[in-house]
């Protein structure tokens, strides 16, 4: 069974940080393609960023020097760093992978940014 579980969200200042965690069982976690996606109130779900499993990374325009992911494999992690955080990335944000045909998605975690 496929599972995902993100941690890390929180109330931050404009400006501030925060590191997201998502642990993965399930899956070869070393072979897989990890992707954080974000929703914020109203929205539709976007993609973030993604990480392969040969450590390349893609991310959307608007967080692109700003948000940084990286992967552990030894502790089967993914992880989303956020630096100098905008009200307008406030979102639920989700980690998810995709194994054997099937995609896979975590719970998601809250990341509410004050102005």
């Known amino acids: 069974q496929v599972y995902l579980r993100e941690s890390g969200g929180g109330l931050v200042q404009a400006g501030g940080s925060l590191k997201l965690s998502c642990v993965a069982s399930?899956?070869?976690?070393?072979?897989?393609?990890m992707l954080w996606y974000r929703q914020a109130p109203g929205k539709e779900r976007e993609l973030v960023g993604n990480?392969?499993?040969?450590?390349?990374?893609n991310y959307v325009d608007s967080v692109k020097g700003r948000f940084t992911i990286s992967r552990d494999n030894a502790w089967n992690t993914v992880y989303l760093q956020m630096n100098l955080l905008k009200p307008e990335d406030t979102a639920v944000y989700y980690c998810?992978?995709?194994?054997?045909?099937?995609?896979?998605w975590g719970r998601g975690t809250q990341v509410t940014v004050s102005s």
């Open positions: 399930g899956i070869a976690f070393k072979f897989s393609t």
């Open positions: 990480i392969t499993s040969t450590g390349f990374t």
């Open positions: 998810k992978t995709r194994w054997k045909n099937g995609d896979y």
